[in-house]
């Protein structure tokens, strides 16, 4: 009966949500209380980079996202839903990257800021859009994502260059990481185990030994036959030059239907066509390929980095979302803040859209936009009241 409460809760509209909290509250309140030993003090939050999630996540995710039902279940639930993405993890419901923010405890290894709470999550979200708004000039929805969510794919690939290989050794490529020199002194491919199982095939059998290839067909045309100095097809005599052109009544003269012949043709030789002297000839006449490559450069025969043709759709989307959310086009200026730097009304609503792109199922509830919109708006007065004293003592 209580669920079938909290999921009716929340299928109501945005305004209930307030009111589908406060429920929520009720009826935890006239639950019967059970005696229990004296708590000890909380421990402060700490960010696991095993677990890849801070300690106090899921209290903060029961009281700061919404709707009200997923985020009870994520706070009460034995297992972790499959629904909760990764930054909701990290009390970071923007997915913001490190920049030693007011309550940042780390980050994992893309670089989002793990915080000690939600709100400091909300702070770094609501004073990064400030900034790239009034500091950045990137006033419309694409021209924030491009720089807030860029591509993934397509990063440019670093540069190495081997060095050359010393006189007498010969130059091996990397196949693989890095093997420690305690572990594999002779490189991995010399290990024991490697070497096993380069003479033995699946259950240790050893493998069989190839044949001779004294016994195999050597075909004339070839390049085994070309190197050997095989003598390939004899090769058949070429006719004779033919004669002068003479007029259509000498050639007819004395032809009969006896006498002329089936037309023979010599026999095509491949060993003749795949001649070591003909091959030598034809390569020389082909123009060279890296004729137009710098100096000292090599053909590059690496993997090519793959073409990232859903990331603009990707951003384009999210631009479309938050753009949505106040009613205006991707493109146009979405007034977040006024010219003497105060927060304007429609911030509160971009940063529930961006935050519902981030996450997905779940979004940050309006009580802690609001916060942390308060908390800007004050900071803002702060700053502004400091900077006309400074002046006034000039």
């Not at 095989?230 to 259509?248: K, N, Q």
């Not at 004729?291 to 631009?319: F, H, V």
């Not at 106040?326 to 009304?345: I, K, N, T």
């Not at 802690?368 to 004050?378: E, F, M, P, T, Y």
């Amino acid at each position: 009966m209580l669920l079938e409460a909290l999921l009716v809760l929340s299928m109501l509209p945005r305004e209930a949500e307030t009111a589908g909290r406060a429920a929520g509250q009720a009826i935890q309140a006239r639950l019967p209380s059970v005696p229990t030993a004296p708590i000890a003090p909380a421990l402060p939050p700490s960010l696991s980079l095993v677990a890849r999630a801070v300690s106090n996540w899921r209290d903060q995710a029961g009281d700061n996202l919404a709707p009200t039902s997923l985020a009870l279940v994520v706070r009460y639930a034995a297992a972790e839903p499959g629904f909760v993405a990764r930054c909701v993890r990290l009390n970071n419901y923007w997915c913001v990257k490190q920049a030693r923010w007011t309550g940042e405890l780390g980050g994992d290894a893309e670089g989002h800021t793990g915080f000690a709470t939600a709100a400091d999550g909300a702070d770094a979200a609501a004073q990064l859009l400030r900034r790239y708004y009034r500091d950045y000039g990137r006033r419309t929805a694409l021209a924030i994502v491009r720089r807030w969510a860029p591509a993934e794919c397509g990063a440019p690939r670093p540069l190495t260059r081997a060095a050359a290989p010393k006189a007498g050794t010969i130059a091996r490529a990397a196949a693989g990481p890095v093997i420690s020199a305690g572990i594999a002194p002779q490189g991995i491919g010399r290990t024991l185990r490697a070497r096993f199982l380069a003479r033995h095939g699946r259950g240790g059998v050893a493998r069989a030994v190839p044949p001779v290839a004294g016994g195999l067909r050597v075909q004339p045309w070839s390049a085994r036959a070309r190197l050997a100095g095989h003598p390939g097809r004899i090769p058949v005599p070429r006719a004779a030059a033919l004669p002068a052109l003479r007029p259509a009544t000498e050639i007819a003269t004395g032809l009969t239907a006896a006498s002329a012949g089936p037309v023979t043709r010599a026999a095509a030789d491949p060993a003749a066509l795949l001649a070591p002297n003909r091959l030598v000839v034809e390569s020389a006449s082909l123009p060279p390929l890296a004729a137009s490559l710098p100096k000292g450069s090599l053909l590059d025969l690496s993997i090519p980095a793959p073409l990232c043709t859903s990331d603009e759709t990707r951003i384009r989307n999210y631009a479309a979302r938050i753009a949505s959310s106040v009613g205006v086009g991707p493109e146009d200026d979405l007034r977040l803040f006024g010219e003497d730097g105060r927060a304007g009304e429609n911030l509160l609503p971009v940063m529930r859209a961006m935050s519902a792109v981030e996450l997905g199922t779940l979004h940050a509830s309006r009580d802690l936009i609001a916060g942390a919109v308060k908390r800007l708006q004050d900071r803002t007065a702060t700053s502004a009241a400091s900077d006309k004293r400074v002046e006034a003592a000039r």
